[in-house]
């Protein structure tokens, strides 16, 4: 009887052909214009670019709406633009200066590209100082500070944290090695363990502001093993790069893919950390249903951030770290979790509504931050199958 119960909910939830595409319909106007940029590719491999963005976005999002199911699909987005990002960064860094090196010269004269990793780190000495303690543009492009800074508040009002999920590629690099694996090979982690990204989030905050330089970037962040990292020019910047190269192997692929769970992000990252009190002011949540929740612990045992527990279901709710993937509420068979408007009814005849106004809106971040990268990354990929340089 169980099945048949979990049978007939699952095909409750998929919804007519017809039905999907005219849901789908406002995203297709909006990723075109989006990707085009209002103006036909002017050659074969933009064209070719252009197509496969184009339908395999506007594809991930049908399926989302069509099937009802969230994580599954928003991964395979959100990994796939991670890879692109670093093929189309590391791409630009060495037709820009010849490596992905950045020279001394090169950050005086403002060339580095402003990382939202940095920003908690800025905000105390802009109060004290009225400076950013980076050495980037302050606008001007799209890694400029204060685009940078726009996005980041934009998708902080519209995400919280769901910003982890849905517009940060360091995340998804996270979440790729976190799905190698079917299986966990370490399967419990110490929930303490959730409260070091505060500590280091505190401890980088106020060392920047005594030293008005982003420590983190300097010397803990290990995504500068596949961006851009300082020229090896002293025994210090040796060191450096080391650490980098050590956390990045430890915390990126090594520990997300014997737990299954984003450990970078749930374990160390202070910009999580930051992002997690924006979740406070975020108009969406994932709320637990007491009276279809029979306890079975699943949404616990899948969580990438350890951020479901006993209490916080007892509390109908995710925790402050919930980055809103959606993977509790697809793993969840009896429909107890689901996405909510903070200050609507919690009834099941708004709850289709409210998930879908959530998806609007994160999957408008994730094909915008995404689109961009994919397209170059496969004009890049076609460069390099027809002339051997992706250069």
Request: glycine share 8%; net charge positive; charged share 15%.
């Amino acid at each position: 009887m169980n099945k048949i119960s979990a049978v007939h909910v699952e095909a409750q939830h998929e919804i007519s052909l017809g039905k999907t595409i005219l849901l789908c319909l406002p995203m297709m106007i909006i990723t075109v214009m989006m990707l085009s940029h209002g103006q036909v590719p002017a050659d074969p491999a933009s064209g070719i670019a252009f197509g496969i963005a184009f339908f395999f976005i506007n594809g991930i999002f049908f399926l989302m709406i069509r099937t009802g199911e969230t994580d599954r699909f928003r991964s395979l987005l959100f990994v796939t633009y991670a890879a692109c990002f670093v093929i189309s960064f590391i791409s630009h860094l060495i037709e820009e200066r010849g490596s992905m090196a950045i020279s001394r010269a090169d950050m005086i004269e403002g060339l580095t590209p402003f990382c939202h990793m940095v920003i908690p780190m800025t905000i105390i000495p802009a109060a004290l100082t009225k400076t950013i303690i980076f050495p980037g543009t302050i606008i001007g492009g799209f890694t400029s500070i204060v685009s940078v800074f726009v996005l980041w508040i934009g998708a902080s009002l519209a995400l919280g944290r769901g910003f982890c999920s849905w517009a940060c590629f360091f995340g998804g690099m996270d979440e790729g090695f976190s799905r190698i694996f079917q299986k966990a090979r370490i399967k419990s982690i110490d929930s303490r363990f959730t409260y070091l990204p505060f500590a280091v989030l505190l401890v980088v905050v106020l060392g920047a502001a005594a030293t008005l330089s982003p420590v983190y970037c300097e010397w803990l962040c290990p995504f500068k093993t596949i961006t851009e990292f300082a020229e090896i020019t002293s025994v210090k910047i040796f060191i450096q790069t080391i650490i980098f190269i050590s956390l990045f192997i430890i915390l990126v692929v090594i520990l997300p893919a014997l737990t299954k769970r984003r450990t970078q992000c749930s374990l160390f990252c202070p910009m999580g950390a930051f992002q997690s009190f924006t979740n406070k002011i975020n108009v969406f949540e994932i709320r637990v249903d007491p009276d279809k929740c029979i306890k079975c612990k699943k949404c616990m045992a899948v969580c990438p951030t350890l951020s479901i527990n006993e209490e916080t279901i007892a509390r109908g709710r995710t925790g402050i770290t919930c980055m809103k993937c959606g993977k509790c509420i697809d793993a969840c068979k009896q429909k107890a979790l689901f996405y909510h408007i903070k200050g609507t009814p919690l009834d099941g005849g708004h709850r289709e509504i409210c998930r879908r106004l959530f998806l609007y809106t994160a999957f408008l971040f994730l094909a915008t931050m995404s689109g961009g990268f994919v397209q170059d990354a496969i004009v890049r990929i076609i460069k390099l199958i027809t002339s051997g340089s992706m250069i």
